[in-house]
């Protein structure tokens, strides 16, 4: 089994900034990718970044240049620094990775983005 936990998440005023971190344990084999996802009430889940074991990234077109995903091979851990935060940018953000194994998610951790 794999377990996806994050963390990171928190209060924070717009213009302001966050560090999530998402650490992947249990059996692993390879990982292809990494990503993170969010999902506002009443909105759709979408992706935010991905990264790939090579290093190739993806990012939504809400970030505009202030969102970067970086990954940790080594310690199975992906990051999502996000700056100059607006109240948009407040949901649940999940973290993916796309094993040899499957598909898995972790339980998510909030951002809120407010004055």
Not at 56 to 76: C, E, L, P, Q, W
Not at 82 to 97: R, W
Request: positive net charge; charged residues 15%; aromatic residues 10%.
């Amino acid at each position: 089994q794999v377990q996806l936990v994050e963390s990171g998440g928190g209060l924070v005023q717009p213009g302001g900034s966050l560090r999530l971190s998402c650490a992947a344990s249990g059996s692993i084999f390879s990982i292809y990718a990494m990503g993170w996802y969010r999902q506002a009430p009443g909105k759709q889940r979408a992706l935010v970044a991905a990264i790939t074991s090579g290093g190739s990234t993806r990012y939504g077109d809400f970030v505009k240049g202030r969102f970067t995903i970086s990954r940790d091979n080594a310690k199975n851990t992906v990051y999502l620094q996000m700056n100059n935060l607006k109240p948009e940018d407040s949901a649940v953000y999940y973290c993916k990775g796309i094993m040899s194994g499957g598909d898995y998610w972790g339980q998510g951790t909030q951002v809120t983005v407010s004055s």
